[in-house]
C-alpha cells in the first residue's frame, strides 16, 4: 500500500488565507451581492492548502494473492494439504491434513493468510489424514465448489460427516471423471487424470487410495501433477492411458513416499525435475528409500515437509509489454 504525503503550506500562505477569509467574512455579512464577487476573487487567488493525509492505520493490512500459479506444500504432519493460489485470484484446498482443530497447522496457515473463503475444494479420497482437516474449512471458511469422489470409505464415519457438513451448507459438490478439465479461471488448464465418479464402497486401503482424484495443472509453461495416493496399479493405468501427456515439471508424490507409489514407469513418464512429499511422523516407514530411490534415480530434486517444512512451487505469471511512449 502507498501513502502519499502533501508538503504543508508556508506559516505565511497560512495566514494569508486568514486574513483573506476574515475580509470575505466581512464584506458577506454587510453586503451579500458584494460578498459573492468578493468569494469569487478570494477562490482565484487565495493559495492553495492541503493537509497532509493521515496513515492508514497498521490492522487496515489485506493479503493479496501473488500474480502467478503458487502451490504451497504444507507441513501438516502425516497427511496431505495443498493450498493454491490460481493466477485468476481464485483459490483452491486439495486435502486438509489429519487436523480439524482451530490450532492445527491448516487453520494457522489460512488465518496466516487472512483466507476467508476458497473457491475450490478437493477431497482426493475418503482417508482420514486427507479429510480431517477439511471439517475446520467447511466450518469456518466459506467454500465455493466441492469436488469429491463417490468412494465410500467402509472403515470410517468421518468422510460421512464431512459430505453431510457440505450438503447442509449447500456447497455445489461436483464428481469428476478422468478427462473432465475442471474451470479453475482463464489461463490454465486443470485436467482430471484419475477419480472414482461411480458410487463404491471398500474397507481395502489400496482401493480407496487408488480412486484419488489426480489433477494437472498447467500455466505457461509450467504443470504440476498432484497425485492424492495413488499407487502403482493406478500408476500403470495412467501411463497405459495418457503415456507422454503425464509429463510434468513438478510432482506431487503419490502415498506420501509408499513403496508402492512412484514406480519407475510412472517416473519415465512423469519426468519431474521437483518431487514433493508430503510427509510426518509416522509408522509406515514413509517416505520409504526404494520410492527415494527411484525418485532421486529419475533426476527429480526431492522435497520433504518433514525435513523441509512447508514448500511452494510458483509458476510466475509473465511480464506486461512495455507502454508505447506517447507520440
Request: proline share 6%; glycine share 8%; with cysteine.
Amino acid at each position: 500500500m502507498h501513502h502519499v504525503t502533501r508538503p504543508p503550506q508556508t506559516p505565511a500562505a497560512f495566514k494569508a488565507l486568514i486574513s483573506a477569509l476574515f475580509l470575505f467574512l466581512s464584506i458577506f455579512h454587510f453586503a451579500p451581492k458584494a460578498g459573492a464577487q468578493a468569494f469569487s476573487q478570494l477562490m482565484a487567488v487565495s493559495p492553495a492548502i492541503d493537509l497532509p493525509y493521515a496513515p492508514a492505520p497498521a490492522h487496515a493490512t489485506v493479503y493479496t494473492a501473488a500474480p502467478g500459479l503458487n502451490v504451497y506444500f504444507l507441513n501438516v504432519g502425516q497427511g496431505d494439504a495443498i493450498y493454491i493460489e490460481l493466477p485468476g485470484g481464485q483459490t483452491a484446498l486439495i486435502d486438509g491434513g489429519p487436523s480439524g482443530s482451530a490450532s492445527g497447522p491448516l487453520a494457522q496457515f489460512l488465518a496466516e493468510k487472512k483466507v476467508s473463503n476458497i473457491d475450490h475444494v478437493v477431497l482426493t479420497h475418503p482417508h482420514s489424514d486427507h479429510y480431517n482437516g477439511l471439517q475446520y474449512v467447511f466450518s469456518n471458511i466459506q467454500v465455493g465448489h466441492f469436488y469429491d469422489t463417490r468412494m465410500e470409505n467402509k472403515n470410517a464415519t468421518g468422510d460421512n460427516t464431512l459430505r453431510s457438513l457440505a450438503g447442509s451448507l449447500k456447497v455445489p459438490t461436483f464428481y469428476p471423471a478422468a478427462g473432465d478439465h475442471l474451470n479453475w479461471g482463464e489461463g490454465l488448464d486443470v485436467k482430471v487424470f484419475n477419480a472414482c465418479p461411480e458410487a463404491a464402497e471398500s474397507s481395502n486401503s489400496n482401493a480407496i487410495n487408488n480412486c484419488s482424484i489426480t489433477l494437472k495443472i498447467t500455466y505457461q509453461n509450467s504443470s504440476i501433477l498432484l497425485t492424492g495416493d495413488t499407487q502403482n496399479d493406478a500408476e500403470a493405468r495412467l501411463v497405459q492411458r495418457y503415456g507422454a501427456e503425464l509429463k510434468a515439471d513438478a510432482l506431487k508424490v503419490g502415498h506420501h513416499g509408499s513403496k508402492y507409489s512412484s514406480t519407475d514407469i510412472f517416473l519415465n513418464a512423469v519426468r519431474p525435475a521437483r518431487a514433493y512429499i508430503e510427509v510426518g511422523q509416522n509408522n509406515y516407514g514413509h517416505p520409504t528409500q526404494a520410492a527415494l530411490d527411484r525418485l532421486l534415480r529419475s533426476g527429480a530434486k526431492v522435497f520433504r515437509t518433514d525435513l523441509d517444512g512447508m514448500q511452494q512451487f510458483t509458476a510466475e505469471a509473465p511480464s506486461l509489454p512495455a507502454a508505447l511512449p506517447a507520440e
